[in-house]
């Protein structure tokens, strides 16, 4: 071999090695910068969304306790009117933390005890005429929470002085009085539960080194899996889609509305998109900026796929924004606003169940309801 043919294939050689520590590098460098990402977004999602949001949480069940106690202590128009108030602040902090049933919110059936809806008025009746229940059974599922409170706390077509004679001058209205508060207690010790293994261990474990890949166990996986499930079966359907008869051959059922007894069903359904919108982009509950999935797709390289879940979100938003409570008044009156925003949520749905997961590549690992 001439000297021009060895310098020739060693330069060959040579190039050949170089691109391919160069590409090597590239891929490497991607995904150092992938799991970085990922990891200041769990740490962000935990500290400065999870938390302060079941912080607060709690404090509003806390507040909605001390109002149970009130009227019960002074029933009037006033105490009434407070009690009623502080539900619906409850109800909307609700929204802020439904996202996250996994870990002990899970084990404990946090959503199951708290907002399994649309109530069921004759078992509440029941076991109050009865005063024998177990709340949580799974016969009392539908009779307990905040539903079950909105219910006695509401009425249908009552007004607030015939809801006050129900628990001052009716036969069984000591009775009533205490199914009002076993409901709070019941809402309030599932609620300490929950929050306080997040502040002793459950917010570490979320952050452990052993959790933070993409796979089944991980806290990603979680993660995505309770955002995704919950946006589809509790978001969507629930809030909306069952609602306007998606589920029921197009026969509406305006009674399935998650705030029937109260009236501001669309402002739960808002305030919930708002959360999920919080998630993606990682902003903290107080308002300030992070990492969040946005970033973490950012990272991997699909911009162009964060781009569109936001669109996409802020599109729902508006949607939802031009339904007028009461919900059901509204889909009896004039249901096809309240199909369009179905719709425009599920565009969202598209987006983060296939695209999003796959891109992160965790695994959807709850059952769909209908395959779509």
């Known amino acids: 071999m001439t000297f021009f043919e060895r310098f020739t294939f060693s330069a060959l050689l040579i190039s050949s090695v170089l691109l391919f520590s160069s590409c090597g590098g590239t891929d490497s460098d991607t995904d150092n910068n992938s799991s970085t990402v990922r990891s200041d977004m769990l740490e962000q999602t935990a500290n400065n969304i999870i938390l302060p949001s079941y912080q607060a949480f709690r404090t509003e069940v806390t507040s909605l306790k001390e109002a149970g106690d009130n009227f019960a202590e002074n029933a009037t128009e006033e105490t009434l009117t407070d009690l009623q108030d502080q539900l619906k602040n409850t109800r909307l902090a609700w929204q802020h933390v439904s996202l996250f049933q996994f870990g002990t919110a899970k084990t404990v059936l946090l959503r199951t005890s708290a907002n399994t809806f649309p109530a069921d008025t004759d078992q509440i009746e029941d076991n109050i005429d009865a005063g024998d229940y177990t709340l949580g059974s799974i016969s009392n599922q539908a009779a307990a929470g905040f539903p079950t409170l909105g219910y006695l706390l509401h009425g249908q077509d009552e007004t607030n002085q015939q809801i006050l004679a129900a628990y001052t001058e009716a036969e069984d209205a000591q009775k009533r009085l205490k199914y009002l508060q076993d409901n709070l207690s019941f809402i ?143 889909i009896e009156s004039n249901n096809d606003p309240v199909l369009t925003a179905f719709q425009e949520l599920q565009q969202v749905l598209t987006l983060i169940k296939a695209d999003m997961t796959s891109r992160l590549g965790v695994t959807i690992t709850y059952q769909d309801n209908d395959g779509d």
């Open 188 to 330: 309030a010790n599932k609620t300490s539960e929950v929050v306080s293994a997040w502040e002793e261990n459950e917010g570490q474990n979320f952050l452990n080194a052993e959790n933070a890949g993409t796979d089944t166990g991980s806290s990603l996986g979680m993660l995505v899996n309770a955002m995704v499930r919950h946006y589809e079966r509790f978001l969507r359907d629930g809030k909306v889609g069952i609602p306007a008869g998606v589920r029921s051959a197009g026969v509406p059922r305006p009674t399935a509305t998650e705030a029937y007894y109260g009236g501001y069903s669309v402002e739960l359904a808002l305030a919930n998109l708002e959360a999920t919108k919080r998630l993606f982009t990682g902003a903290g509950y107080d308002g300030s900026s992070g990492t969040g999935l946005e970033e973490n797709l950012d990272a991997l390289g699909h911009e162009e796929l964060s781009d569109d879940i936001i669109t996409e979100l802020d599109q729902a938003k508006s949607a939802l924004e031009t339904l007028q409570d009461p919900l059901s008044t509204q």
